[in-house]
């Protein structure tokens, strides 16, 4: 079923990895009426609409604007269906030394995003989340955790309106800016002498771009509206992933940073109880009254085990070497 037929879609943070490549997903399947891009930044704006495959395309539209902005979020979604919602500060060192900025844009940005969508009543929105949300130990993983449930209790506020809000979590982006591939790449690409390794031990779950597109698509067209969705993903080591990428070089061991895990989690084992497994992934059920008695229609899987939690060091799939370089080499095709 193509979710956007016909429909409006509005992706905040629009210009960004993830919201590009939607672009030109809902734009390849030619169906959808209008495609707004909503961001900040104007030059990034004007170098999308200019580039190859979305230049001239009659569906698109361009708003400048920020999350942070509640009214301005509300006059662009005046008419919209779905609501993607990319928006965000991620930087885990930036946010411990700027944690003013990120609650502005990651917890009062998801406020307006649920407001607006509410008053201009919109049908669906999905947000996206990261893994560092999961019993957060740094401001940026605090702030999205409280994105989450600022979503998921938006299905509470919707009344008669209809609206629906999910979430969907996800780990580390093949390739994204600021991600440690394109780090380590550049390294290498200058003649570096070593890599560096913030601890032996560190793991990471890994999912490329197009896999993310594509699950935020089947979420969009599975949710009722308060589940979180999370994706059956592998994990790799952080010096496994060095050693795929450089395989001569030595390593230097420099510690972990200010708020970073050495092994992240999407599914704590205390919402075991409340997640289900299906065919790509786990949904986390909301405590929401409407949801029990509607979700036979999404055939979902079954309960998992009262002590399951989701971490990337106790994954049962694991990114080989020639896993993760296919990964890499997907990322640079696309």
Known sequence: MDIFKGKSVLITGGTGSFGQK??????????????????????????????????????????????????RLTMALRGVDIVIHAAALKQVPAAEYNPFEFVATN?????????????AEVSKVIALSTDKAANPINLYGATKLASDKIFIAGNNLAGPLGTRFSVVRYGNVVGSRGSVIPFFQKLIDEGA???????????RFWITLRQGIDFVTDCLNRMLGGELFVPKIP??????????MAPDLPHKIVGVRPGEKLHEIMITSDDARNTVEVDNGYVIKPPISF??????????????????????DTNPEWASHADLLAMIREHHDD
């Open 235 to 244: 994990s790799m080591r952080i010096i496994d992933l060095a050693h795929a």
């Open 291 to 312: 949801w029990e008695g509607a979700q036979e229609t999404l055939n979902l899987g079954t309960p998992v085990a009262e002590d399951f939690s989701y971490a990337s």
């Open 107 to 119: 917890i009062i940005g998801a406020e307006n995003v649920v407001q607006a969508a509410l008053r």
């Open 22 to 71: 939607m672009v030109r997903q809902i734009l390849a399947e030619g169906h959808a009426k209008r495609v707004i891009v909503y961001s900040r930044d104007e030059l990034k704006q004007f170098e999308m609409s200019n580039a190859p495959g979305i230049a001239g395309r009659d569906e698109m539209r361009y708003f400048i604007g920020d999350v942070r902005d509640r009214d």
């Open 193 to 203: 002498d070593h890599l560096p390794i913030t601890d032996e031990r560190m793991t």
